[in-house]
């Protein structure tokens, strides 16, 4: 055995809580929606729908066209269980449904003739079910990735079928709307609608979503087709949606269809890639009807963007673990018999839940056990009860699969039923794992984020959850329960100055999918960031030394560094997270001292010589300058791509201050030099041979050698300050990853920076220009690391990823200065 | 189903237990030994001998946690395949890029002083990541354990891909310096 394979093999058997570290694998991005209204995933912000529950499907600016089809409407079957009852279709002029009911045919438009007018075919929907009346919207939703086209839509005062902006340069031959009861389309939807496709010899794949006026429900499906495949999916209020990654497949956060049920999202599709050959797929999702015993089915269709089936994965393959989470328990009924010393008495208590058929949803059998109350219907998922000190009820209903619960909580007060709208738990263990204290505050052992403490407060139905101790999983456990699934929250204190004792909270106000967010607090912006592929966060410290955390923001297009904000101010100009994570400590800004002078050189060993004072040589990185400017030129020329450095340099030279640019090109090679083996680059750079070891001062176990520059301490010192404000200068002198001073000389460790890879394109834009501040922001767009082509392509614009990062330049004592530029992205 | 209850269907020697265990860890299983392969066949085979592997030694063995038992074998089964393939120039890519970067911290044979075991080498690697932030010890699993890809990575955990190439590498250098200091030879 080699001795890498010696290493592979006993990292392997490290201990149980680093195995559970190593493979808490991706989970697959979820998406809920609320009230109807979609999630953009990114990109900037897309056209403003028709209607509020109609957002764009496709992200990105990306959004479908319709390839051609033809959708034949029939519809509901009987309820609870009845098989859809699709008759294909057969083609050129008439369908006839199986329940003998001939309608008529519309008109049929040629191969690449497809109208841009409205359809005047008839769908009535004045019989939205038998508990909802009023007409209904029908929307069709194809998509493809190239822009906005394809939507169809029943417009419900006119019952008239609307195309909006398909394409004509492809095939829509026979759009076919088959209604089974009249000849004029009118339908009743009742419990359950059928879509069937009724095009046969073109693909399609997309979203239908019918939303009744004012409704309460909803019906949607997802169809899918081939040249020879023909798929329907349909959801009912109690089919279930799950997602499964094969994991051949990168998944990809680009939704371009959604499908809602109420205030539920159960279905989606998604983009997708080939790990091998970045090939990318359109992948659609469906979700299956809850059956009797915890039976949850999967399927997924995959196509590439020509809508050619590729593959059909296994129906019966295993649920997804997380799959219950998108199963949300509501509470519709409850009763319990009240014993006249406050406790709840169960003998004749029923809890009934909205979201499951009527078999499964009454509780007539339970049993009382160390304190907790479980109900059981079929044994699928539980309920359990704990009455507190005060005689409140508290309740969790969780639904196992795959080893997990996730659990809802509910509180009732004799009264009122009211769940926490926000929170769910996530267990391994049995529902009784829970702890409650009796008052308020619950412990149990979360599969993710390890020991939980949450506190309930029943009058705002808020919470707040302690950790036990800082924990990155932990910490986006809570964005999770705060409502986003995005990990993007700055839990490095070293690469975010965010400074937390372990104790945060996450202020239950789930309020993505509204547009905006809005700062809680009068303070100021600390942070600004983006994640390339994910979303932003941004910190805002306030006038208390709180410093709040805002993530899965999205596109932020009006914040940046500095920003003052008041309560209120409405911070984000897209879709948002609102996910407030308050760390509960006060932000202590690191105290910038002088570092080299006061360095403990406590554990320094030296090997070698090292220069004497007078052979020390001035920090000077002017030709240095010239040569990465010309590197830089070169390999721009070379490779074609855009010129990072001298891009932003000729955007400075255009807001017109003398000398900010060599300002900027100065800044950006001394910052470069801490953090890559640059310095022996440098004309100024000699090395005696000299190593000093230095115990890390965050890390002392770990001794690292740092070699002689024969660069005076002194001028490096002096070279940042002159380029730097003082806070800036300090902070990155701070830096002790990098070098040390030994005596008057500077010390380097060599390290290599990673390479800005994916960055195709710049832009920049002007935030603020006073005589003495300069902010600008600069958009880079990037395409994944690794792509062979780098070049920019304006047509492809909005599939980019964009990364944002502010540089703030201020002027201090007559000379300005760089007051903030962003570490890696200069 | 519980761990419990799992390991105790196995020691009915009911076959559910194969049934159960898959459904509870399946999907586990087949990600870590993807990781390794890349390739959805063999996974599902290393799943399967897996799963083959604890019938065996469960009984007598009673492992808890049942989890890190399971993700230990499925590993150690595909690991046992890529190389076997990597002998045959067949996939493993990614396997082998953690190998050759495993390669750097390798100490030098000057700085070594005695050859550990494996059990003792583990303890060593355990006491080092102890001392690690918890990002940069998740980076060093994710990569060395799992072996997942610094894209992957990089996803995962919200990060740039640079922070967790320049973090992996800064790692690998610790790691080195520390086997060196302990005097440890592979």
Redesign the interface.
Known sequence: MTAEEKLIRAIGDVKDSYVRLATAYERPSIIKAQGGEFREVTGERLPEPEHPWLRPVLTGGALAAVLALVVALGFMWGLNGKEPDITPYEPPVSVTETTGVTTDTPPVTEPDQFPQELHDYVIRSENFGDSISGEAYLRIVFGDYYDNNGVISVVPETGRVEVVGAKTDKVWSTARFVTRDTPTGEITLDRDIVIKIADYDLPMLGAIICVPIEGEDSYCTTIYQTDDYREYIDYEPNWFYTIKSPDEIRFEEDVFGFVVHGNEHIGMGFRARKYDDNTPYEWLYRGEPYKEGMHLRFDSFISNPDRKLLEHYDPDVEPFAFAPEYVCWEIEEIYYDRTSEGVFAFDNSWIRLKNSDEASAAFSEFRTENDYNRFSADGSFNIISQVLDDGKLLIYAGLPGNGVFTVSVFVYDGETLRQFPDLFLHLTDTLESIECDGVNRLKYYDYLAGDCDIMLDFNTLTYRAWLENENETALALLAEYAGTDDYALPLDPESTNLIYNGEAFVQGNRSYYTGDIYSVTDGTVQTVDWIPGQNMYIDILDGNGNLWTYANCGSIANVYEGMEVKAGDKISSNWAGGVQIRFNSPVEPPELTEPAVDYDMTGVELEGTPFDSGELNELSVDSYIERFIGWETEWSEKSGQENRIVNTGLFIDSLGVPGLKELYYRAFALDYILATDNIPDLDCYKNSGAVVKKPHPLEPDYIRPFASTGISYESFRNAYLESFTEDMALSLLNNFDFFLKYGDEVYIVEVTRGGDLGRVHEEYELVKQTDDEIVFRKTQFRVEVGASDLTYHPELRDTYERTYTTFKFVKEDGAWKVAYAPEYYW | ??DKKIIELYFARSETAVTET???????C???A?NIL?N?QD?EECANDTYMKLWSVIPPQEPN?L??FI??IV??IA?DRV?RYSAMKRGGEVYDA???E??E??PSKENVNETVE??E??GK??KF?G?????K??MF??R???F?T???IA?????????V??TL??TR??LK??LE?EGIE?
């Open positions: 189903m519980d898959d459904r509870k860890y399946g999907d586990k087949r990600r870590t993807y890349r959805m996974s946690p989890y890190a993700m230990r590993r150690n690991l190389k953690a190998y050759d495993l390669a911290c390798v494996s059990a080498l583990t690697i355990e990541l001392t690690l932030p918890r990002e010890r998740r699993l994710m060395y354990w799992s997942m610094v894209p992957e996803r995962r955990l919200g990060v740039g891909e640079s922070k190439k320049v590498m800064r250098e610790k310096a520390y200091k592979l």
